[in-house]
């Protein structure tokens, strides 16, 4: 069964940093784009980052430019998202997934989901 699984969230103080990781199983991420989302209490899920499978195109949005990092390790089949600056409007689930188009497009596999929170 093909799998993605998060984890690195945890409680911290904002201006804190968290380090997410995703890591894949029965498949290889180096075939697939592979973006963060994240979805808050009352809020529609949003893309946070993407990148493609080479790593050569990435996207951010714009309420992270600046302050959160993608990249990946397509040996290992695991991607991160460094997370620093973080503000309370960062507290959120966040979910990582695969698409097989180049930005993300219509994601194919989803993880569970890590939850971040950031609060003093």
């Known amino acids: 069964q093909v799998q993605l699984a998060e984890s690195g969230g945890d409680l911290v103080q904002p201006g804190g940093s968290l380090r997410l990781s995703c890591a894949a199983s029965r498949f290889m991420m180096e075939d697939y784009a592979i973006g963060w989302f994240r979805q808050a209490p009352g809020k529609e899920r949003e893309e946070v980052s993407c990148?493609?499978?080479?790593?050569?195109?990435?996207t951010y949005a714009e309420s992270v430019k600046g302050r959160f990092t993608i990249s990946r390790d397509n040996a290992n089949n695991v991607v991160y998202l460094q997370m620093n600056s973080l503000r309370s409007d960062d507290t959120a689930v966040y979910y990582c997934?695969?698409?097989?188009?180049?930005?993300?497009?219509?994601?194919?596999?989803w993880g569970q989901g890590t939850q971040v929170t950031v609060s003093s």
């Open positions: 997934a695969a698409s097989r188009w180049r930005l993300c497009q219509a994601p194919e596999y």
């Open positions: 990148i493609s499978s080479a790593g050569g195109s990435i």
